[in-house]
């Protein structure tokens, strides 16, 4: 069986980059929460989508780590 390279599925829409030295671990005014693949763990100044989405672990201990945002 042949699978589709992810590019043909979805667009990427963060890097490891985008976020580096901007997450809060407590909840503020003005913060949205982030995910990775272990679920809501950090806190962002911004956010790029709002909606359903999966999130798939690029780098660290949980890479290749999975998790559906409903």
């Known amino acids: 069986m ?3 390279k992810v590019g043909y599925l979805m667009r990427p829409l963060a ?3 985008t976020i580096k ?4 671990l407590e ?5 949205f ?3 990775s693949a272990s679920g809501q763990d ?8 709002e909606g ?3 999130v798939l672990s690029a780098v660290g ?7 559906q945002i409903a």
Do not use: K, R
């Open 27 to 31: 909840q503020a005014d003005g913060l």
């Open 42 to 49: 950090v806190w962002l100044p911004y956010f790029d989508y």
């Open 2 to 4: 042949t699978f589709p």
């Open 15 to 17: 890097t490891s980059s």
């Open 52 to 54: 359903p989405a999966i």
């Open 21 to 24: 030295n901007t997450v809060e």
């Open 61 to 67: 201990a949980q890479c290749g780590s999975v998790a």
């Open 33 to 35: 929460p982030g995910y």
